[in-house]
């Protein structure tokens, strides 16, 4: 079981190069981290979200947790923060999709994770 729920998530680091799968209600997905910078009192990342399939995802949420870890890199849950996104615009078939999204109250010299989880679709489109 801890498997199957570590599939359905993507655990990312400021610094992280890549991408990594995660599983959705509709097959996989790619998330990668691409870029932190200061916004207010947080951080604005910018988070692609891939997707492979041959359908374009015209409507997708996702859920985002943050915060700060320690020196050994470990999660430091009492300044986790959670949210819920819609991504901005629709997953184009076979292609990446750029969303900038604010993290309320860690700046990026605090920021040490960020964990997406939870997609869920509720529309597709495919070609004729």
């Given at each position: ?41 947080g ?13 374009t ?35 184009k ?23 997406v ?12």
């Amino acid at each position: 079981m801890m498997a199957a729920e570590n599939a359905k998530q993507a655990l990312l680091t400021p610094g992280d190069d890549g991408f990594y799968p995660v599983v959705s209600d509709i097959g996989l997905l790619t998330v990668a981290l691409k870029d932190v910078k200061p916004y207010a009192s947080g951080s604005k990342i910018t988070l692609k979200i891939g997707n492979p399939h041959s359908a374009t995802v015209t409507s997708i949420t996702y859920v985002v947790e943050w915060g700060k870890a320690t020196a050994d890199g470990l999660i430091e849950t009492s300044s986790s923060k959670t949210k819920e996104f819609n991504s901005i615009q629709p997953l184009k078939a076979g292609s990446w999709s750029t969303n900038e999204i604010v993290l309320d109250g860690i700046p990026p010299s605090d920021l040490g994770y960020v964990r997406v989880s939870h997609f869920q679709t509720s529309g597709i489109s495919l070609s004729k």
